[in-house]
Structure formats: C-alpha cells, structure tokens
C-alpha cells in the first residue's frame, strides 16, 4: 500500500514537473510568435556558440552580454538583432547550406567557414568593407590569413594563439633549465630527465598536443612554413619536411608514452593545470584561465622551439550573401563593434582570450587588471604576437580530416615499440588518398 | 494458490541450476553495478582525477548536484523531455502497434517489402536525414518548436518498436482471433479488443525501448530546438563542457541525475509488462 | 505459442474490408516513412553515383554511364579507412549476435526464477542501458585512462611493466572499445525475459512432469519457444553492433584501426572540409545492404536450427 502510494506520488511529481517544462515556456512562444511576425526581413538571427551557463563557463556569459549590449544599443532601428546560442552549429550551418541557404550571421567559431557555402557564393565578401573602414588593424591577423583571392569571408573576434605552457618547478626538480625549451633535441632531453623523477610526473601531453609539435617544426624552415600556409598536396606529403616533421614528433611521443597521449587536451588538462603532474602543456593562450591558484607561480608561458607561435583566425563571424540591405548594414556593423579596441579589450581581461585588434595594449591592461591569470594571459599573448614566425594551424589549411589522420598516427606510433618509419609510410598512402 | 505453486518450483531447482542461476545473477550486478558505482563514486569527487579509480573521495564534494539543480535548470530539462519523448512514444506506439499486426497477421501482398523499407530504415545515415527533416521541418513552420521534435521522434526509431511488436504478436495464438472473429468482431475490433489488450506487455517493452531512446536522444534535439527554455535533458550535459575544458565533475553529477527520472519510472511500470506476464498471460 | 499459417476461412466474404482493413492499419506507418525515409533513401541511393561535394553541394551531379562507379571506386580502391571499418562493423555485428544473445539469454533465463530480491537485479540490470552511449563512452574513457583508469592498474597485476594506453594498441584497442558495450544487454534481457515470462505455466509443469527441471527445461522446452525472439533480438543486436558510432567516436577516434562504417560516412559528409556527401553516400548504400545481408543471416541461421514441435 505504502508503495502504492509512493509511486503515484513519484507520477504525480513528474507530471507536474512536465506541465512546469510547459508552462514556463509559454509564454517565451507567444513572445515568439510576435517576434516571427514581424517577419525575417527585420530580424537579423545570429548564431553563436556560447550556450554554456554562466556557472560553467563565466566567459560564455561575458560574450553573450557583448552581444545583448550590442542588440540593446540598436534597438530603436528598423533591423532587430537577436543572438542565439545553439549547441549544434555545425550541423546546423551544413543543413542550410546544404539547403542553398545561410544563416544571417554566424560564428563559426574555430571550426572555419564551410567551404561548401563559399563556393555557392553564400557568404558576405568583408573586404571591401574593412578597407573602406580601414578595419586592417582592428581585425589584424584576419586580414591576412583569412584573404582568399582577394576575399575575406569571415572576421574571428579572437585569434587562436597557441605556444606552450611548462611547471617552472618541476623542470626545477628534474635539473632542467628554460633554454631546454630552445630547440627539439634539448626539449627531449629534458622530457627523459623528468620522467626519470620517477615520482609519477611526466614529460608533456601527447596526441593533440604533439600534432603542434609536427606544425612547430614545418614552421622552422621557410619551405615548410609555405607548405602548411598552402593546402596539402600529393608534393607536401612526400616531403622532406613533412617526414623530418612527423618523425621528431612521434618519437618524441614514444619516448613519453602511449598512456600520455589524448585525441583532446580537455581530457587531461586538469593533470598539469591543477594537479601538477605535467612538465609542459601545449595550449593556447587561454589556457592562463584554467591554472590552478596553487600552481599559478610555477606555470609559465612559452614559445615552441625555434621562437615559433601558432596563430589562428580560425572561423569567426560569417555574414549571409543574401540578405536586404538593411540587414547586411547591421551585420557589417556589429563586425566594426565586435573588433572595437572597448569589446576586445573585454575579450582579453574577461573571456581571457587573444583578441585580434591589434591595438590594444595587453600588457598595461593586464597590469590594470592586476589578477594574476591575466597577468598570465597578457604575457602569453605576447609572446605569440612578438615571435619570430608566427603560423597558421595545419587543421585549418590541410583540414580536419588530415589533421585527424596526422594525430592518429601520432597517438600510435607513441606506443612502445611501434616502428615510426613504417607506421609514416601508411600514413602518407592514408593522407594522399583523403586528398584524392 | 499460484504463488505457492512457483515456490515449489524453485525449491525443485536442481542444484546444478541453482549455482547456475546464482552466477548468471552475481555476474548481472557485477556488469551493471561497476560503471555506476564508479559513476556516482566520481560525481562526489572534487576532481574525479586527482582520486581515480574506486578510490573514496576524500571530502564529499556535491558542488556538480548543486549546480545542476540551482543553476542548471533540471526539472525544466525534465519537464521538456518528458514531454517530447512521452507524446512521441504514445504516437509511434499506436502507429506501429497497427502496421506490425496487419503485418504479422494478415497475408496480402507487398508484405515483404512493408518489411524490408521499415528494416532498411535503420542503416539510413543521419548525415543521409539530416538536410530532409531540417528542410521538412522548416516547410512546415515548425522550427524550433517541441512539435518538431515530437514528429521526428515519432517517425524515428519506427523499426525497432516495429520488430519487437511484431514478435509479440507472433506470439498470440491465432485461435483467440477466430474465437473472437466467430463471436462477430470486425477486424478492428478484435484487434482493439482482443489482441491489443493482450500484446500490452509486448507494445510496453517497446515503449520503453523508444522512451530511452527519445530520452537520451541529442543530435536531432540540438538540430531543431535552439530555445533554451525548449531543450531536452541531453543538453544538461553539454554545458559542462566548453571548447576548452570539461568540468568532470558536474558532468557525471548530471549523468547520474538524468537517469533518475527513467529509472523511477520503469520501477513504476514494470510491475505492468514484466510483472503482468508472470505465469503466462498469453494462454494457449 | 507459434502456429503455422493456417488458410484462411472467409476470406471472400469479408474480403473487401479486409483489404480496407490492412489500407488503413498500414497507411500511417507507411505515411511515415515517405515522409520521413523515402526522399533520403532515394538520395543516398542515386547520389552515391553523383560527384557531389563542396563544389556543387546545392546541385548533385550524375558521374554519367562511364564513370558509373567513381564513388564506389574511390571508396573501395583509395580511401584508406573503408575496409578496416567494414571489417570492424561486420565483426561488432557478429560479436553482437554471437555473444550479446547468448549472455541476455542466460541472464534473462535467471531472471526469470523466483529468487529472492529478484525484482532488484531485474532493475538494477537495466539501468546501464538507460545511460546514452555518449555517456557511456565518456565514462569508458575515464575507465580505460592509463594513468587513472581502472583497466591499467588490473593488466599491470599479470605485467608489470606495461604501461601503454590499451585503446592504442591494434587489437586490444577493438576489444576495450566491444567490452564498453558488449555486457549491457539490459534492454535485450528485457525483451527475451518478457517473452520466457510469458511461456504459459502449464507448459512448464508439463516438462516436470517428464522429468524436465531447471537447466534442462530452459533448453528442451523454453528457448525453442523463445525462438521468435531470440531471432529478433539477434536481428536488432547485429544491426546496432554494425552501426556502432559513439564508442568509436569518444574512445578512439578511429585510431589504432578502429573505424566503423557510420564513423567513416560521418567522416566523409562533415569531417571533411570538402563535404564529400557523394562518397559517403556510397558508403551509406553498403551499409543499408549490410542491413539486407545480416537479416538474411540470421533469418538462415536460425531456420537451420532444429523445428520445435516437441511439446
């Protein structure tokens, strides 16, 4: 009787928590419902992917204000600007363009501007309006990696800028000094030193982490830099860069082990950000955010071998080729603020990322801030926008599908034992057929 | 009296079927107690690394079940999912319920194919669906609405309840629809009255097997709905992980919430498909 | 109970509205599926001869007589991960049916006594499938971590230097990557002990009768009346083993020679910056033909297997 009673009441809590999931969006729908009348020629939909809640991940907050101030200051024109964050961009873009159709505006994000909507002429040219604005500084790497014939079809607010990061004191422990970081032999070198703690502390994270070490050392020589700023080609692959390349890298990856390597640094973030275990980390510049109070003295930033940084635009804001006037002003405009010297200045010091106006001063910011992430952050971003050669990902210009390929191989050949030569074979054979 | 009567059945067990069945048993707590021992174990870690394996944590750290109840929202996800996946269930279930007993029970032609179109239905990739429904469900100005997803799950999914159904009323003995048919039912009303009420068990399991599926069921979800307000209870999930970083510990603090509510309810209604059966319900 | 078809009786007399009859039961179904299934089986079906991609994604364009078969020769002679993932989905599928029915068997046939605190396992067995298979490749991750899993720490029992990461050595990575899966057989067991369940208790008395108990009773009189849907369930547990996606997204990635035909469509319709939806639609048509081939196996397999008209 008494489970009887039990269960009904367990139904009846559910069915009220279904009518609550009912109610509570009602009256969003009839909200809705006025917005759509209005009809799309006055709504300017922009995509974005920060849904993330402010309790997980503040800097989703921060944009997604960036963008309400931007809607609020605009309000009283003929053109609506409505934000939307969606969790599945990627499909959703590939379904309208698959469609023939573009979203208004879009940020892709780091996943780069479908070449299928470029070649269908789906997608804005920015460039004569940057010129004409003279945006250059204020996009500033966008403008010239992201020039395509003569076409800018995206703007990334944020350059994704990557170096490494080490644990000042374990490199201590293990007798290892900075300039071990000067060039790939010493960095392996320092790497067996300490593992040879012995203390469960290991050298770096492999797999994603070790494809930038093959990017890092195509960037050392000027052919190998034209290489990854061009697509892949039947020539690249069969290069003795790219052999030279992938080799050093995979054998610096067996040398630290399979059981170090992560297809995502996400995965194994925490064991160098909170847990201390990890003598060098390669991520980009945001990584400053993620350190650990406690650690936060010993974690420093640093360039790859060779005074080499990887920098990115990336994606970013994509505008529709189709859309009224109207509209495509707002969009325009909404690019001019979201690369402004105020809205980067947030996206350094709050969403703690390398903004890509290249005017504003991170270091003074930094010291205004006076929080040391920031601090952190501010010397990272530096680092990377002061190197030698600065390069593009590979992910970008070779794709993510070779990229895939390139870290696979990588994350095997770590494996004890594992012939690098023959497992670089089969990766060339694999490489040259995803580019057929 | 019945019960008495299943007793001596078990005290009858030979000895050799008894250890038998006590490992199988052992065996099935094993499987299904390790991955959610470890689960709820980690989502009381702070930091599910740091403390790894079975370990015990060493200070109770309830900061993921607290942020997925005061930040995150969870009874509205509830609310969402239950919704969606409750009414697309009730909708595929009668749908298929129909199409599987004209199949299983009647001979015309065509009957084949019938089959074979509901089997292939399951190797169609969702790349292969993706740009059809989305274009569909944008044709029919139901974008971002619960109705949309209502409709997909109802049409997704079709081929399995379809199998299990038809299976159970491969069970029913034809003379109980030549009983009723002689006492003058139509088709319909036999069917209604006489095979649905029976086949309930069979059209149950695979309610649940379609719910589990709409529950846990993200692609489609993050496809057509972008309200917020709207989501279903996947996206309870990814949040706690951004492009840079996953929060493990509300991660699995949410994994073990989101399956609560299933949980509750096929404690609730097993006893009416599993239970119901016990002792032969289909009479021959 | 099963019985054979038997002729129909009245069938002229209530012909028409039978014809009505089956129209109507059918119409919403099949309502569905040309809605839902016909236009993209059609697709994947005429554009896997198409050269479709990035360049003319809006406009599929037919290869034409000659070049009848270029996606089917690119994906069968060049693409390097094709025959690894149909390998491997065809050895999910068989380890799907080989050894995901026999073990829901045993354990639904142990279920189905009356022990004491049944009714507990009976639920505690299906929870794990309740948990989507995206959480669960999460968790196996965690589970099969090197350097905090709890995988590593057991092999290192037998030896002691090992140390690499099981989900990359070729071979023990596809047997991590079927264990994540493999014993949940929750729902399978559900479906199998709903029809044992359902065996009426005169037939079991009877075989007590004869001096069949226990073991013996399952074999001889419950899994020959079980056979339906022990067919069924083999038919749906190959076809999810063929189409397995998650685990190999979450756990490898495909690396260590652990691609699936669903990763590699995936692979090539949005992985690829180059939308390649032609190839992958070749790909697609093998694997609704894989789904034509596993039906027809197990339906052969289990007609081969003795009648049961024992009782």
């Known amino acids: 009787m008494k489970r009887k009673l039990v269960s009904v009441l367990l139904v009846a809590a559910m069915g009220v928590s279904v009518l609550a999931g009912c109610g509570g969006s009602n009256p969003v729908k009839t909200d809705e419902d006025k917005k759509a009348a209005v009809s799309d020629e006055n709504v300017l939909e922009f995509y974005h992917g920060y849904y993330q809640d402010k309790s997980e991940w503040a800097a989703a907050q921060v944009m997604r204000d960036i963008y309400d101030e931007f809607a609020k200051a605009h309000s009283d024109g003929t053109v609506t600007f409505k934000p939307i964050p969606v969790e599945n961009r990627d499909d959703i873009v590939s379904a309208k363009v698959a469609g023939g159709s573009f979203p208004d505006m879009v940020d892709v994000g780091g996943a780069g501007v479908p070449q299928s909507a470029i070649s269908q002429n789906l997608v804005y040219d920015l460039k004569p309006y940057i010129d004409e604005n003279k945006l250059q500084d204020a996009v500033g790497l966008n403008y010239t990696q992201h020039d395509m014939d003569g076409h800018i079809y995206a703007v990334h607010d944020q350059i994704e800028s990557r170096g490494l990061w080490y644990n000042s004191s374990i490199f201590e422990k293990a007798g290892v000094s900075v300039d071990a970081l000067k060039d790939w032999n010493s960095f392996g070198e320092a790497m067996t030193k300490i593992s040879a703690l012995n203390d469960g502390t290991y050298g770096y994270i492999g797999g994603q982490g070790s494809s930038y070490i093959v990017n890092s050392i195509m960037a050392s020589t000027e052919n190998g830099k034209k290489m990854l700023e061009s697509e892949l080609t039947e020539e690249i692959i069969n290069s003795d860069e790219f052999a030279n390349a992938f080799k050093t890298a995979a054998k610096l990856d067996q040398a630290n082990g399979s059981d170090h390597t992560t297809d995502d640094n996400g995965n194994l973030m925490a064991e160098f950000n909170t847990n201390g275990k990890v003598g060098v980390l390669f991520n980009g510049v945001w990584n400053a955010s993620g350190i650990d109070a406690s650690l936060v003295d010993s974690i420093e930033p640093s360039l790859f071998p060779g005074n080499i940084a990887i920098a990115s635009a990336g994606g970013g804001l994509a505008v529709s080729n189709k859309m009224s006037d109207e509209k495509t002003k707002l969009a325009l405009e909404f690019i001019k603020y979201m690369t402004s010297k105020e809205v980067q200045e947030k996206i350094f010091t709050e969403v703690q990322a390398n903004p890509c106006n290249t005017t504003v001063d991170l270091n003074a910011l930094a010291q205004k801030s006076g929080d040391a992430a920031t601090i952190k952050l501010a010397k990272a971003c530096s680092e990377v926008n002061s190197a030698d050669t600065v390069v593009i990902d590979m992910n970008y210009t070779w794709g993510p599908d070779v990229d895939k390929a390139i870290i696979n191989a990588l994350m095997e050949c770590a494996v004890s034992g594992t012939d690098v030569d023959t497992r670089f074979e089969s990766l060339k054979k694999e490489l040259l057929a995803l580019i057929g | ?284 | 109970m099963e019985i054979v078809n038997r002729p129909k009786k009245k069938k002229n007399k209530l012909g028409i509205r039978r014809t009505e009859f089956i129209i109507a039961f059918l119409a919403p179904t099949l309502f569905v599926f040309c809605v839902f299934y016909l236009y993209p089986i059609i697709t994947v079906f005429v554009t896997s001869f198409c050269k479709w991609d990035y360049t003319n994604i809006t406009s599929p364009e037919f290869f034409g007589w000659n070049d009848l078969w270029n996606n089917y020769d690119y994906i069968f002679n060049k693409y390097p991960f094709f025959w690894e993932a149909l390998k491997n989905s065809t050895k999910w599928a068989i380890v799907g049916a080989v050894v995901q029915i026999p073990i829901a068997t045993l354990i639904a046939l142990a279920l189905s006594r009356k022990v004491k605190g049944i009714k507990f396992v009976r639920i505690v067995y299906i929870i794990p499938n309740m948990i989507s298979t995206a959480a669960m490749g999460v968790i196996f991750l965690q589970l099969y971590n090197p350097s905090y899993g709890i995988i590593n720490p057991i092999i290192r029992l037998f030896n002691k230097n090992f140390s690499d990461s099981i989900l990359l050595l070729k071979g023990p990575a596809f047997v991590a990557m079927t264990c994540a899966y493999i014993f949940f057989t929750g729902t399978t067991t559900l479906m199998i002990l709903g029809n044992i369940m359902a065996v009426p208790e005169e037939i079991r008395e009877a075989a007590m009768l004869d001096g069949a108990s226990g073991l013996k009773q399952d074999l001889h009189i419950t899994i020959p009346m079980i056979k339906g849907t022990l067919k069924t369930v083999s038919v749906l547990a190959a076809t999810s083993g063929f189409l397995l996606y998650n685990e190999v997204y979450f756990l490898t990635k495909g690396a260590a020679g652990t691609y699936s035909i669903s990763y590699v469509i995936r692979e090539l319709a949005i992985t690829s910056p180059r939308t390649q939806f032609g190839r992958a639609n070749a790909v697609a048509m093998i694997q609704i033909l894989a789904g034509m081939v596993i039906i027809l196996v197990v339906s052969f397999v289990y007609s081969l297997s003795p009648k049961k008209e024992k009782h």
Request: hydrophobic share 50%; glycine share 4%.
């Open chain 2, 1 to 284: 009296m019945k019960k008495f009567k299943k007793e001596k059945t078990v005290k009858d067990m030979p000895i050799g079927t008894k250890i038998f069945t006590y490992l199988c048993l052992i065996w099935a707590l094993t499987v299904s107690l390790v991955p959610l021992i470890w689960l709820v174990l980690s989502s009381l870690k702070k930091d599910p690394m740091a403390r790894p394996g079975f370990q015990l944590p060493d200070s109770i750290c309830i900061d993921g079940y607290i942020s997925t109840f005061r930040d995150l929202h969870v009874l509205r996800y509830f609310g969402n999912s239950l919704f969606v996946a409750g009414i697309s269930v009730l909708i595929s279930v009668v749908m298929i319920s129909m199409s599987a007993y004209v199949v299983a029970r009647m001979e015309f032609r065509g009957k084949a194919l019938v089959n074979i179109l509901l089997y292939s239905t399951m190797f169609i990739p969702a790349t292969a669906l993706t740009y059809p429904v989305y274009n569909l469900i944008n044709n029919l100005h139901l974008y971002d609405t619960r109705a949309a997803l209502i409709l997909i799950y109802s049409c997704s999914g079709i081929a399995v309840s379809f199998f299990v159904i038809k299976n159970y009323y491969n069970n029913i003995p034809r003379e109980l629809e030549e009983a009723a048919r002689i006492d003058g039912c139509g088709y319909f009303k036999t069917w209604l009255m006489v095979i649905f009420p029976i086949a309930r068990p069979g059209i149950m399991t695979a309610a649940v097997l379609a719910f589990l599926n709409n529950w846990n069921e993200y692609y489609w979800a993050s496809l057509v709905l972008i309200t917020r307000e709207k989501l279903t209870v996947p996206a309870l999930l990814s949040t706690f992980t951004t492009s840079f970083n996953t929060n493990y510990n509300g991660l699995f603090s949410a994994m073990v919430v989101i399956i609560l509510p299933p949980v509750v309810l096929y404690c609730i209604f097993s006893k009416f498909f599993l239970e119901a059966l016990s002792g032969g319900a289909v009479k021959g």
